[in-house]
């Protein structure tokens, strides 16, 4: 049974940095792919980006364009680790952050694609 636990969320001020990990088990993810969503208050989850385990290509949305160049996903084969490092934080990117999994490649994901979901880990950016 695939599991997917997220770690790194906190409170910050506007303007610092997190890096968000995501730790799977359950079976090796070679041939597919993970990303990120957000649920931030009052809006629906939204896609952040993701990667393709094999070859670590990242995609992510054009939008929001608000998230574009201050998100950056990366991985690690050996721990089975997906990460989102998260720059430049502003209030608006509050919310809860959720890692997901695929069980094929497709890197530009939608909420119907996600096969397995984390429980959610709370980001906090108060300015």
């Known amino acids: 049974q695939v599991q997917l636990v997220e770690s790194g969320g906190g409170s910050v001020q506007t303007g610092d940095s997190l890096r968000l990990s995501c730790s799977a088990s359950?079976?090796?993810?070679?041939?597919?792919?993970m990303g990120w969503f957000r649920q931030t208050p009052g809006k629906e989850r939204e896609f952040v980006g993701a990667?393709?385990?094999?070859?670590?290509?990242?995609?992510?949305?054009d939008y929001p364009a608000p998230m574009k160049g201050r998100f950056t996903i990366s991985r690690d084969n050996a721990k089975n680790t997906m990460y989102l490092e998260m720059n430049s934080l502003k209030p608006d990117d509050t919310g809860i952050y959720y890692c997901?999994?695929?069980?094929?490649?497709?890197?530009?994901?939608?909420?119907?694609?996600?096969?397995?979901w984390g429980q959610g880990t709370q980001v906090t950016v108060s300015s």
């Open positions: 990667i393709r385990w094999n070859d670590g290509t990242t995609y992510y949305p």
């Open positions: 997901a999994a695929t069980n094929d490649e497709t890197i530009d994901l939608r909420v119907a694609f996600v096969d397995y």
């Open positions: 359950g079976r090796t993810f070679s041939g597919h792919s």
